[in-house]
């Protein structure tokens, strides 16, 4: 059983950074793709970016090309999203996700670990 916490959420304003952080534990955290989902309020949870278990793939949503890039720390068991540029349609709650093996798909159906989300307010 893999558990995800999530943080480095706040208030920013538009035009700021921001770096959200995962840490992993229960599982061999290498062995796992890594992606981050956000969901706003009224809407469809959608997918951000996803890093797959061997670094083979790295997978951004076109919204975010660009402004956000996804990291990972193997030694820490924590993965990482760094967001620039932010924009006022970038506010959510942000949730990071784990897939046994996974590629780093988009799909959140391919992820079967969950966090409970960091909440982001980018204000205009």
């Known amino acids: 059983q893999v558990q995800l916490v999530e943080s480095g959420g706040g208030l920013v304003q538009a035009g700021g950074s921001l770096r959200l952080s995962c840490a992993a534990s229960g599982g061999t955290f290498s062995h796992y793709a890594m992606g981050w989902f956000r969901q706003a309020p009224g809407k469809e949870r959608e997918f951000v970016a996803a890093?797959?278990?061997?670094?083979?793939?790295?997978n951004y949503a076109e919204s975010v090309k660009g402004r956000f890039t996804i990291s990972r720390d193997n030694a820490k068991n924590t993965v990482y999203l760094q967001m620039n540029s932010l924009k006022p349609e970038d506010t959510a709650v942000y949730y990071c996700?784990?897939?046994?093996?996974?590629?780093?798909?988009?799909?959140?159906?391919?992820?079967?670990?969950w966090g409970r989300g960091t909440q982001v307010t980018v204000s205009s």
């Open positions: 996700a784990a897939e046994l093996l996974g590629s780093g798909r988009s799909s959140s159906s391919a992820y079967r670990y």
């Open positions: 890093k797959g278990w061997s670094d083979s793939m790295t």
